[in-house]
């Protein structure tokens, strides 16, 4: 570069405010990481593009560094105040150490815009501010160019709202480009609008969205609409800018246009060329007559026009209802439907549902189409996507739950009192073990709590330890159909991914694997623990849950008893013994079973002390079936053999003890019923007035509660007595069940509980949405309480690699959901989550609903009945992984998962057909008969075909038929799931809606473009945190062809590749 020498020391000498900056640092050469000299003080000013480094303020510049082709590196560290200078040329690097860390900001800042670059940025901000300037009135042009400080001193400024309806977008509008002008005629335009807002109260210019690409037309018709949702700060001064950009080369921009952040125009580099831009005020288009705006476009320097643009503001209800050839557009591959983004949640039944539906649903995503039908009408679609509080709420109710139900266990083995050597270091194995398991999941709730922001987790967190009990992307994707000759329909779908334990790996495989393994090796196991069947230990637990739950009742109610007997008060005496007696009873009968029997036997062995006259010596397997022989039931103890007999014991003790509790049971009805035959004798007396009635009251109105009192202590103590009992031999299954497989037990349910956590967490979200969206469906609640719910699950996993296993714990994840009941209650404040009580074998979720809506149900909701789910799966891998498993793999897994599941939906069909009327079903435009449906996908599994999609299909066609909740589950909900998703609501479209033949690949592009979405905010995109610019969105789906053929394009890559590989080592 050629400069004057002279002129530069002229410059540099000149007065300290003539400078961009100046100011004193330490300055060297680096080369790598190293400094070629140690840093030495310098003076530094700097000028446009000129730094000159002096030894003092008063001397001569030294040197003079040029801030082109060059970029800053700045230290991030809060101790570092130091930046290096890198240049293009290769020259060394040059290091500036500044005396504190704003100084070293403030520098940094100053010389990134000290390059022509960064002139040319400013030149072209000012020509944008100079167009805007023309087009304002004279008042607005002199307010922008007044000092900041000057704007402070005229008061507040008052900026006039927008007025919407309530949890409606302030302002919507849509788009659409007419004339536009290449750059060369035989150009063929490819292009989009991106959207700028201009804040009143400060004129800095943010990037607010941008449309779809709409290719070779110079009057695009931009299928995306533009939305300002209810809590943005938008005004009628509020200015809008649009700028229209050429794309050269659309695979460049399709993402980038999307997620560039705020204050940053697009690059201008070769893969778009700026066409024009204009700026409206927004209350010139809410105040215009027409509600449109035709706005001309023109360049840069607000000279040469280059088209128009029109703005239509867009209201909700005010679609029109006529011929679609009205809003056509002359060229053919404009016709298209337009689209409109809101962020209203809006349900068929109405605002009541708001309230509650708000405490479950969060940050929802609106979009609007409208697409003809066969007979030329437009039908209206609204299509919603919605995250859930539910996806960390259940989780954190559950883990509590399994906190105190692992407490009790632990302390109920503690309670189990003197054992011998052998069983007593068994137990503090155990317990050890466990107590390490209940502090991770206390730590686990602790960490949840501790979370902030976002109400899902993503698919980049799905390997996190702390996360491992949320699910993936759970959200709601609801399309509501508003046709014009037919009923208004609603088709949720929830979408989520995969329930399995992604922290823990699938090395080993998954659940249903790991299950079978385990149970074979405890059959296995030695003599050093006693065997029980699965059945077994899940009964043991259901009598010590039984026992926690009935013996305080009972107490109550025997406490109630004397109350009542105190009080002299017949009814209520009445109304407290049968109370009494029926939980008593269900306490009797908790009992009556061999498993407690043989239990309280092992215990007594176990004690120390214990003098057998036989040794303990297994039996082959011959006995062991000669003893089952004689057992009450099939599934009793198939290893009895490790449990001796021991001469010493009174068998028959347990069974006075048991006994004793109805005996004293007995004894107070039977008191009971005297003195109330009394009374009614002495009633009848003083009727007759016969002087001996009232002598015969005075003697038996203060020995009422006498004479029951010690009756009632004697059942109580009884009670005790079996509790006591019941507890040790129930908490004695346990250990066996848990010595025998430490630590892959306690292993094996940690990874079941995050499994089945985030199950639970889709399964309440969708029965919440459904009971709220089918609140006024008479046929819909009837077949609530007396069949149940149908919950039907959209597999796409493949069966090979990792894929196999995640199926596997989806499996059994889903098969655990039979043991979820709901019960719909009234809400007794605006807190309306679900309440989550029961234990690992049992669950109920109570369901709060707000008063005007809790009085729609049906009388046997309200009075609490429990509702029961009734949880079916079908998976089909459509992916390149599922290409390997079928043709080098298998797919067995699947196979049996199909076939299992579909057995389960014929045994809910015929439970439906039998207790529910014919026309209760959901009438569609043609109605399948749903006996052939289940037919066609009994031979649909049967015919074993690769990626047969017609599963999906059919078994989601059932149950929405049966009124089900409909799943579609991938690894990670994102690509698989979107693409099932959307294919099923045009597929819907199509088959229920008339949608016109020729529209469906164009309504099929517009729910799949994530273009059609704008520039979301990093809050808005579920995936921006792992967005890369050639990764996929979750909103951002491959073409249907693509997974067909890429199937084969796979096996002859690895056909090619084995031929290679084969090739180079001969």
Known sequence: MRFNAKDLALLARRPSGCFDKEGRLKICRVVGDEKLIE???????????????????????????????????????KTDVSIVLKFQSGEPDLYLEAASKPDCESWAVALGEANSEGLQNKIQQLRRLIMEIKEERSSDEARQFLPSS?????????????????????????????????????????????????????????????????????DPLFLTGVTFPPEYPIYEETKIKLTVYDVKDKSQDTVRTSVLPDHKEPRADVGRSFLGCTTFRVGDLVKSKEQQLTLT?????????????????????????????????????????????????????????????????????????????????WMRIREQMAETTLSFHVPKELINLHIKE???????????????????????????????????????????????????????????????????????????VHSPRLKDALYDVITVGAPAAHFQGFKNGGLRKLLSKFEAERRNTGYQCIYYSPENTAKAKEVLSNINHLQPLISSHADLLLNSASQHSPDSLKNSLKMLSEKTELFVHAFKDQLVRSALLALYTARPGCVLKKPAVPRNTAEEGDDLQHQDHPSQIKRQDSIPHHSEYDEEEWDRVWANVGKSLNCVIAMVDRLLEKDNISHIKEGENDPSAADCKLLHTGDWYEQLYPLVITLKDCMGEVVTRAKQSMAFVLLQELACGLPQCLMLTLRRDIVFSQALAGLVCGFIIKL?????????????????????????????????????????????????????????????????????????????????????LPQEIKEGKLLRMYPVLFNVGINEQQTLA?????????ENINQENLELLKEYYKLFTEKMPPDCLPHFQEQNDLKGLLENLHQNIQAKKRKNVEIMWLAATICRKLNGVRFTCCKSAKDRTSMSVTLEQCSILR????????????????????????????????????????????????????????????????????????????
């Open 886 to 894: 079928e043709r080098f793999g298998d797919t067995t897994l699947q």
């Open 39 to 77: 840093p030495r003080e310098r003076w530094c000013r700097l000028k446009g593009n000129l730094l000159f480094l002096m030894k003092n303020k008063s001397s001569e510049a030294s040197e003079v560094v040029i801030l082109e082709r060059c970029w800053i590196v700045e230290f991030r560290s």
């Open 772 to 856: 709220h969206t089918g609140l006024h469906d008479q046929g819909f609640l009837q077949q609530l309480h007396t069949v149940g719910l149908l919950v039907q699950y959209e597999g796409l996993l493949s069966t090979y690699s990792e894929e196999a296993g995640m199926l596997e714990d989806m499996a059994v994840g889903i098969s655990d959901l039979q043991k979820v009941m709901f019960k719909v209650i009234e809400a007794k404040s605006e807190d309306f989550l679900p309440i989550i009580t029961g234990r690992r074998e049992h669950y109920i979720i109570e369901v709060q609903l707000p008063a005007k809506m809790f009085e729609l």
């Open 150 to 218: 000057q704007v402070d001193s005229l008061g507040e400024l008052q900026f006039t709202s927008i007025q919407r309806i309530a949890n409606e977008p302030k302002l919507e509008f849509s788009l659409a480009c007419k004339d536009l002008v290449a750059a060369t005629r035989d150009r063929k335009l490819n292009t989009f609008i991106q959207v700028s807002v201009v804040h009143p109260a400060e004129h800095i210019l943010t990037r607010y969205s941008s449309t779809e690409i709409v290719e070779g037309t110079r």
């Open 991 to 1066: 088959d229920e809606h008339q949608l016109h033949k020729d529209f469906f690949i164009r309504a099929l592009d517009c729910m799949r473009s994530r273009q059609t979405q704008g520039a979301l905010n990093e809050s808005d995109d579920p995936e921006t945190g792992c967005l890369t610019d050639n990764k996929p969105t979750s909103r951002h789906f491959y073409p249907v062809a693509l997974l067909l053929v890429s199937s084969h394009l796979l096996v002859v890559w690895l056909i090619l590749s084995l031929a290679l590989l084969l090739a180079k080592y001969q």
């Open 406 to 480: 692992d407490m009790r266990r632990n302390q109920e083995l503690k309670d189990l009192g003197e054992l011998a050597p052998h069983w007593d270091n068994m137990r503090r194995s155990v317990i050890a073990h466990c107590d390490q398991m209940l502090s991770m999941y206390q730590d686990t709730l602790a960490e949840l709590g501790k979370h902030t922001g976002s109400s899902f987790k993503s698919s980049c967190s799905k390997g996190e330890k702390t996360l491992e009990f949320i699910p993936i992307n759970l959200h709601l994707q609801r399309m509501h």
């Open 297 to 377: 476009l023109r360049t840069s320097d607000g000279g040469k026009t280059v088209g128009t643009i029109e703005v239509n503001l867009v209201k909700m209800g005010e679609l029109e209802d006529g011929e679609t050839d009205h809003i056509t557009t002359d060229t053919q591959d404009q016709k298209c439907a337009l689209v409109r983004e809101c962020t209203a949640t809006e349900g068929i039944s109405g605002k009541d549902n708001l309230p509650s539906l708000n405490a479950v649903l969060k940050n929802p995503i609106c979009k609007l189409y409208r697409f003809p039908t066969s007979d030329n009408k």
